[in-house]
């Protein structure tokens, strides 16, 4: 069946530094992928998004990178900041609905 | 103007009662969606609202979910004879129109918790 996952449940980085995150779909067939930063006791908020006909979509200090070789998406944040700290997911869609890892928890030390 | 609302924030109830969360989607967002994430869990896919067409319920768990979209707007999702496992955030989320490339927006979420 589908399934999106993410390779580290938890990432720990110093602020000011640059954070990898990255994620491994299965469906081949996936057109659309988006990553979401979930902060406690809120919902998701939308960072950035890239469709399968691109490799490399830029955002204000975040880019995502999509390899469909291999099935990987990733989101790079440059000059990580606290406020960068939470849970953050990917997600892919080829029907509409949306096919979500588990998430990764960013920390950033001060 | 604001983005997708939900109420209630919370709600406590006790297994066995029925329970209604409502979403209010972004104004001229043809479709809708619901999702539910348990404790430590990702967001899971239950229902979707297309527009004029039928809604994709092939996420929901049970016959107990049920949900429904007036006038294009509003959707009320409805859990009825409740279970603890059914605790969870429940999330709604809109997008301006139906399609798989499409960006969907989130609310706050209802928690439920069922004791």
């Known amino acids: 069946g589908e399934s999106v996952g993410l390779h580290l449940p938890t990432l720990s980085v110093q602020e000011g530094d640059n954070s990898i995150i990255n994620c491994a779909y299965s469906?081949?067939?996936?057109?659309?992928f988006i990553w979401y930063k979930q902060e406690s006791g809120k919902g998701p908020q939308f960072i950035i998004d890239?469709?399968?006909?691109?490799d490399k979509r830029q955002g204000q200090r975040v880019t995502v990178l999509l390899n469909k070789t291999v099935k990987h998406l990733s989101l790079q944040i440059a000059a990580t900041q606290p406020g960068d700290s939470a849970v953050y997911f990917c997600?892919?869609?080829?029907?509409?609905?949306?096919?979500f890892g588990q998430g990764t928890t960013l920390q950033v030390k001060p | 103007g604001a983005g997708v609302s939900q109420s209630p924030s919370n709600k406590v109830t006790e297994k066995g009662k029925d329970v209604e969360l409502r979403c209010d989607p972004i104004?001229?967002?043809?479709?809708l969606y619901w999702y539910r994430q348990s404790l430590g869990q990702g967001l899971e896919f239950l229902i979707y609202?297309?527009?004029?067409?039928?809604?994709?319920k092939s996420g929901l768990p049970s016959d107990r979910f049920s949900a429904e979209r007036t006038g294009g707007s509003v959707s009320t999702l409805t859990i009825q004879r409740t279970q603890q496992e059914d605790s969870a955030v429940y999330l709604c989320?809109?997008?301006?129109?139906?399609?798989?490339?499409?960006?969907?927006?989130f609310g706050p979420g209802t928690r439920l918790l069922v004791l």
């Open positions: 989320a809109s997008s301006q129109r139906a399609g798989a490339q499409e960006t969907q927006y």
């Open positions: 469906n081949s067939a996936s057109d659309y």
């Open positions: 890239i469709r399968s006909n691109m």
């Open positions: 997600a892919e869609s080829n029907t509409g609905k949306l096919i």
């Open positions: 104004s001229g967002h043809t479709a």
């Open positions: 609202f297309q527009g004029n067409s039928a809604p994709d």
